[in-house]
């Protein structure tokens, strides 16, 4: 059974009204900036310390790759709910997508901080992991949420990574990729006790293989 979420509107929109608000959000993720949850952000009242323009540029190139996740993150979950089979799963990606703008506005604040800029290719990011996710849904609703598993334990490896690689100093940074990582643990952690499918061991590797391409390229486009 789904844990409780916050409650949504979205057993009352019709498969059209779904569609047009999957729109919306494809713009207000690509175009402009979402409105989250209102939570701080964690790099608020933190200042780096001395960053060399080496250092700097590396900040950038992480946060900008992180600002990608999260696009495609907002993608995902958009499409896993238009064609999600069970409202309470439907919800369940609305309420996760909805916590995950929070990620998306902490790292275009940082990227603007460090004076970087967002990937060039988003709409495309976008648009690819849409249709991930709208596949991820019309194969079922414990395969959505299995891939939404997945997809959080694979997200978190890479934050962790990220601590490892961004500079010591720059603790605004390190405070947003931290808190990033809480959240997505615990995102994984609630798609599994609602239901979630193990996914056939090719999936896993070919989503990390997809995701390899991603960081790679987004870290200089």
Not at 97 to 112: F, P, S, V, Y
Not at 116 to 138: Q, T, V
Not at 181 to 204: F, M, R, S
């Amino acid at each position: 059974m789904l844990p409780e979420f916050h409650k949504t509107k979205t057993r009352q929109l019709s498969p059209l009204d779904h569609l047009i608000s999957a729109a919306q959000t494809a713009l207000k993720t690509v175009a402009s900036t979402p409105v989250g949850t209102g939570r701080p952000d964690p790099a608020k009242d933190l200042n780096a310390g001395e960053l060399t323009n080496a250092q700097k540029r590396e900040s950038v190139r992480l946060m900008r790759v992180n600002h990608v996740g999260e696009v495609c993150a907002q993608a995902l979950y958009e499409g896993q709910a238009l064609t999600a089979h069970d409202d309470r799963v439907r919800d369940a990606m609305i309420q996760a997508a909805t916590e995950e703008q929070d990620h998306l506005i902490w790292c275009e604040n940082r990227l603007k901080a460090l004076q970087g800029r967002k990937s060039l290719l988003n709409p495309i990011w976008y648009a690819g992991a849409f249709g991930m996710g709208a596949i991820a849904g019309w194969a079922g609703d414990r395969w959505s949420l299995g891939f939404l598993k997945e997809t959080e334990h694979q997200v978190e490896a890479h934050l962790d990574s990220h601590l490892d690689r961004l500079p010591e100093a720059d603790y605004p940074s390190r405070a947003v990729v931290s808190q990033m990582k809480d959240d997505e643990h615990k995102h994984a952690q609630t798609a599994k006790n609602a239901g979630a499918a193990e996914l056939p061991w090719p999936v896993p590797a070919l989503m990390r293989r997809a995701a390899r391409v991603m960081t790679q390229t987004a870290r200089w486009i």
